[in-house]
């Protein structure tokens, strides 16, 4: 049982750089596959970055590989997403999430059973 609280958000230029954060509270955070999500208006929920457990694992959309990077640190129950060069098209609202059943994260929205509120993010041209 955990709940999840992002951070973070707001407007930056394209090119430049921002820090989401998922602070974690309840337990078990550390077995706990993490994920990062977005959604724009009028669109689906959209796989951003998945992190295993222990950190060891990641994988990334290909629109954002190379660009972003998530981190855990599992003594802070915190996860983050660094979002370097950001482009217009990233605009959304992201959302940390969690998959209690699993250590390995999957890019499917249905395999992750804790959501945050989400985090506005807006990337200016």
């Known amino acids: 049982q955990v709940q999840l609280v992002e951070s973070g958000g707001g407007l930056v230029q394209a090119g430049g750089s921002l820090r989401l954060s998922c602070a974690a509270s309840?337990?078990?955070?550390?077995?706990?596959?993490m994920g990062w999500f977005r959604q724009a208006p009028g669109k689906e929920r959209e796989f951003v970055v998945a992190?295993?457990?222990?950190?060891?694992?990641?994988f990334y959309a290909d629109s954002v590989k190379g660009r972003f990077t998530i981190s855990r640190d599992n003594a802070k129950n915190t996860v983050y997403l660094q979002m370097n060069s950001p482009k217009p098209e990233d605009t959304a609202v992201y959302y940390c999430?969690?998959?209690?059943?699993?250590?390995?994260?999957?890019?499917?929205?249905?395999?992750?059973?804790?959501w945050g509120q989400g985090t506005q993010v807006t990337v200016s041209s």
């Open positions: 309840g337990r078990t955070f550390s077995s706990y596959a």
């Open positions: 992190i295993s457990w222990s950190g060891a694992s990641t």
């Open positions: 999430a969690a998959d209690s059943r699993r250590l390995y994260g999957s890019r499917w929205p249905s395999e992750y059973d804790y």
